[in-house]
């Protein structure tokens, strides 16, 4: 009886896999990296020179207040005119102006 030699492990997908992961850290690595340095640049200057940051949010709640104020005088204000609800009418309808007369 001989006995076979054992098989060595396939690190074929394994090492498709982490090839796929350094291409794609390579590739995200430097958008992913300049975004959050942005976050923290700003934040850092932000947190040392507070003011720069007090003068936008108090016109950005100026703005909100004027336009909720603009949209709650839209939405109370009636229309002048009379509306025509379209109900039907006993009897004939009446004239419009510069209607065809029938013949």
Do not use: N
Request: glycine share 10%; charged share 15%.
């Amino acid at each position: 009886m001989t006995t076979s030699s054992p098989r060595p492990p396939r690190w074929g997908a394994l090492g498709a896999g982490a090839a796929a992961v350094a291409a794609c850290a390579m590739c995200c690595a430097g958008p992913l990296l300049a975004f959050l340095g942005g976050i923290g640049v700003t934040s850092a200057i932000a947190s040392l020179w507070l003011p720069v940051l007090a003068v936008p949010a108090v016109v950005a709640g100026i703005v909100a207040l004027v336009l909720r104020r603009r949209r709650e005088t839209a939405a109370c204000r009636t229309a002048s005119t009379r509306a025509d609800l379209g109900m039907p009418a006993i009897g004939a309808a009446p004239e419009k102006p510069g209607a065809r007369q029938r013949p």
